[in-house]
């Protein structure tokens, strides 16, 4: 299994302009979600998903927007880049249900507005 | 929201034994994490802890009183690779949404 992938690795944007930073696991997980994180801010969540044409908003998700019609994919899209956007992302997964918990990190993306 | 509190740095020798202290908002509350992460890398799973009490595996130890909203991470013969960020999370919202604190980066000298 690869396990959680993210792409691209670093981006560099200019403000304005709107990208898609993809995600995708290979281990049949429903539960799906996205944070940003930002030096002393610790990890923010953006969106998260249940399972497949499921989604909701988490603390953070004014300029993303997100989409789930599979259950291997959760795209984050963001529409107008700012320099507040300017972070590292994960992408991370984990099996729904009781007992199994681990929440498995993709090795993230970093991300630059200029 | 989840408010989840832990110290922003420690320091420690090599060899010796650290506690990093987690608190947390009960309301909603069902469930905590704990998570290491290496600088420039993700956050890799430590323990998570849904009932009172102790977890061991191996040096590292996890904590948890639900009464008293309060988590500990017990790391024994500390190693230099022991050196990153320790992530307190806490379950909420059914399950549904994971809140993380702000990291404590632990520093281990020799």
């Known amino acids: 299994n690869a396990g959680v992938t993210q792409t691209p690795k670093f981006q560099v944007l200019k403000t304005g302009q709107s990208m898609t930073l993809q995600c995708a696991q290979d281990?049949?997980?429903?539960?799906m979600s996205w944070y940003r994180q930002d030096p002393g801010m610790g990890l923010r969540l953006i969106h998260y998903?249940?399972?497949?044409?499921?989604?909701d908003q988490g603390e953070v998700p004014n300029g993303y927007n997100v989409s789930r019609s599979t259950t291997e994919d959760f795209p984050l899209r963001l529409l107008s880049a700012a320099p507040s956007q300017t972070s590292v992302y994960f992408c991370?997964?984990?099996?729904?249900?009781?007992?199994?918990?681990?929440?498995?990190f993709g090795p993230g993306t970093r991300l630059t507005v200029l | 929201g989840q408010n989840i509190d832990q110290p922003t740095e420690m320091t420690a020798t090599e060899g010796a034994i650290v506690q990093i202290n987690c608190t947390y908002q009960?309301?909603?509350?069902?469930?905590l994490f704990w998570y290491q992460q290496h600088a420039g890398e993700a956050p890799t799973f430590l323990s998570y802890?849904?009932?009172?009490g102790l977890e061991e595996k191996g040096r590292f130890s996890s904590f948890l009183s639900r009464s008293k909203g309060y988590s500990y991470l017990l790391l024994k013969e500390l190693q230099m690779k022991d050196s990153a960020s320790y992530l307190c999370?806490?379950?909420?919202?059914?399950?549904?949404?994971?809140?993380f604190g702000t990291g404590t980066q632990l520093k281990v000298e020799l």
């Open positions: 991370a997964s984990r099996p729904t249900g009781t007992g199994d918990n681990e929440q498995f």
């Open positions: 281990m049949n997980h429903e539960y």
């Open positions: 998903s249940v399972g497949a044409g499921i989604t």
């Open positions: 009960t309301s909603g509350f069902n469930g």
């Open positions: 802890n849904v009932l009172d």
């Open positions: 999370a806490g379950f909420t919202g059914g399950g549904n949404k994971l809140t």
